[in-house]
């Protein structure tokens, strides 16, 4: 990166001698630049960041404004961040106060890591980042601002079939947001009795950034209800399941008031999604598409599974489906 036409800085340093008036250093989140006006740019790491444990700087009482007067010591006025190698890293220098609400983010990286200049701008968007074009001149802090990525309370629905990348989608939606809670529907993982899904689970948490907090629970409607900041349901097909199981419905003879007591369930989780106040990105499976499951149980599942997409999809802000691991977002 070229600063003011005088020199070049990049993960490791300037490049060169430093110009009188500029100030270039090495910190735990990347090179730090000052420039005689005193603006202050961060050019980020694209390596790992603080150590868990680091309490989070967003963690303001609630209520409280995040426009604050008392500007923190790490915060900067503009972020480099190489978000085709780690998006995340937006998130942790959210979480570490180096991004404030006056920080202005700019994601690079739009080469062929991604698959096109529109996906690097789709993806940006969602992180509240600028993407500047190739050779694009930015004043620090910029005279464009990025637009504002979202905030609680608004709702997605990101469906998809088996292995279509919905989740890897939900997540990367996620990926800049400091404070993010996993809400997963799925049994708990035992490696004796089931290592093919003690695997699976072991590197989904593997994949996900370590500041984010894991909660196996099949009480969504609590979970939607109690939270702030981000949540990220994973999957809605999965608690499904668990409702219509504990119900009866699985069974060839189910008691009587059993389709009542799932419908309740339901209606409990569509009122806690309709009023929550965080940020919430839920994956759910795509059922139908036409065919007919040959079993009664599959039936049931896709009948009851397809009626909660709709109820979600008709609470939310945003929908999209994922095919192929290609995004198709619904006005």
């Known amino acids: 990166m070229t600063v003011d036409d005088r020199f070049r800085i990049r993960e490791t340093g300037a490049v060169g ?6 100030s270039v250093f090495p910190t735990p ?8 006006d005193g603006g202050r740019l961060l050019y980020a790491r694209t390596g790992p ?10 963690a303001r009482a609630e209520g409280s404004s ?23 890293v937006i998130g942790e220098l959210r979480r570490s106060g180096v991004i404030g609400v006056t920080t202005a983010v700019v994601a690079v990286g739009g080469d062929h ?12 968007r969602l992180w509240g980042a600028l993407m500047p074009g190739d050779g694009q001149a930015l004043s620090c802090p910029p005279a464009v601002w990025p637009e504002s990525r979202p905030h609680g309370p608004h709702r997605t629905l990101v469906t998809g079939g088996a292995r279509s990348g919905k989740s890897t989608e939900a997540e990367l939606r996620l990926m800049a947001e400091p404070r993010v809670l996993y809400a997963a529907t799925g049994p708990v993982p035992d490696p004796v009795e089931d290592p093919e899904w003690a695997d699976r689970v072991d590197r989904h948490v593997r994949r996900r950034p370590w500041w984010w907090r894991t909660e196996q629970t099949t009480d969504l409607a609590a979970v939607l209800k109690r939270s702030r900041g981000a949540v990220l349901v994973d999957c809605l097909g999965t608690w499904l399941t668990w409702v219509m199981g504990e119900a009866g ?7 009587p008031g059993a389709e009542d007591r799932v419908e309740a369930a339901v209606h409990g989780l569509l009122e806690a999604w309709r009023e929550t106040q965080a940020y919430v990105v839920a994956v759910t499976n795509e059922v139908g598409a036409g065919v007919v499951p040959a079993t009664r149980a599959g039936r049931l599942f896709r009948d009851h599974l397809g009626r909660l997409n709709q109820w979600v ?16 977002e619904f006005p």
């Open 17 to 22: 001698p430093v110009p009188p008036g500029y």
């Open 29 to 36: 989140d990347g090179v730090l630049l000052e420039g005689p």
């Open 49 to 58: 960041g603080s150590l868990p444990g680091v309490p989070p700087a967003e």
């Open 66 to 88: 995040g426009y604050s007067s008392a500007r923190p010591d790490q915060q900067v006025d503009m972020v480099i961040v190489d978000a085709a190698q780690r998006p995340e």
């Open 113 to 124: 890591r991604v698959r096109s200049p529109a996906e690097f701008a789709r993806r940006a």
């Open 249 to 255: 419905l699985w069974e060839e003879a189910p008691p």
């Open 313 to 328: 999809a008709a609470e939310s802000e945003e929908v999209v489906l994922v095919t192929a691991g290609r995004v198709m």
